[in-house]
Structures are given as structure tokens and as C-alpha cells.
Nanobody, 124 residues
Framework: QVQLVESGGGLVQAGGSLRLSCAASGRTFSNYAMGWFRQAPGKEREFVAGISRNSGSTDYADSVKGRFTISRDNAKNKVDLQMNSLKFEDTAVYYC?????????????????WGQGTQVTVSS
């Protein structure tokens, strides 16, 4: 089992920045690829960003490319999501997720481990 705890959410004005962090425990973190997803009210959970277990590969949803950056620190067992130039439409609950193996997935069903989520609200 991998336990994940997100932090860093909050209320921010459009154009502002937030940094989300996800702390992992329970298993060897470096064995897991990680993803960030988000879910807005009434919408499906969607892929935001992913990172391979050794940070060699990352990818982003088109809607956040150039604004968000995913990174991980295997020594500290955490993965971060730096979010810049936030827009109203970025408002959602953000989740980190883990899957065993080197490669991340863009589909939520590919991840067996999830955090509880952290709310991000962007005011326009």
C-alpha cells in the first residue's frame, strides 16, 4: 500500500500561483510513477500531469502546458505541482495518484493509489 497526502491548495486570484505537494509513505516511492489529476464539480476526473519514477519523462494536459510543472524528489518521497498563471477554469479538487512501475498513465483507472485531494479555487 502507498499512502498519499496532498497539501498546498487554497484560494488564489486569476494569474496567481500555487504549489501543490503530495507526500508518499508506505512503500519505496521511487518504484512508482506519479500523476496529478483534477475534478471539477459535475465533471469527470481528468489528467493534469504525470512523471515517471526517475523523472525522465513528464507530460501535461494541453490545458496546462506551459503553466504547470510537475517534479518529484525521491529522497523526500514527494511529488509537487507548480501551478502558474492560474485561470478560473483551473478550479477543482486536485489529486495525486501512484502506480507501480516506471511509466505514468493518463487515465485515472491506471492508478490504484490516490490521495484525498486538495481544493484549488481560482477567483476571476
Amino acid at each position: 500500500q502507498v499512502q498519499l497526502v496532498e497539501s498546498g491548495g487554497g484560494l488564489v486570484q486569476a494569474g496567481g500561483s500555487l504549489r501543490l505537494s503530495c507526500a508518499a509513505s508506505g512503500r519505496t516511492f521511487s518504484n512508482y510513477a506519479m500523476g496529478w489529476f483534477r475534478q471539477a464539480p459535475g465533471k469527470e476526473r481528468e489528467f493534469v500531469a504525470g512523471i515517471s519514477r526517475n523523472s525522465g519523462s513528464t507530460d501535461y494536459a494541453d490545458s496546462v502546458k506551459g503553466r504547470f510543472t510537475i517534479s518529484r524528489d525521491n529522497a523526500k518521497n514527494k511529488v509537487d505541482l507548480q501551478m502558474n498563471s492560474l485561470k478560473f477554469e483551473d478550479t477543482a479538487v486536485y489529486y495525486c495518484a501512484a502506480r507501480y512501475g516506471s511509466s505514468f498513465e493518463v487515465l485515472a483507472r491506471g492508478y490504484p493509489y490516490w490521495g484525498q485531494g486538495t481544493q484549488v479555487t481560482v477567483s476571476s
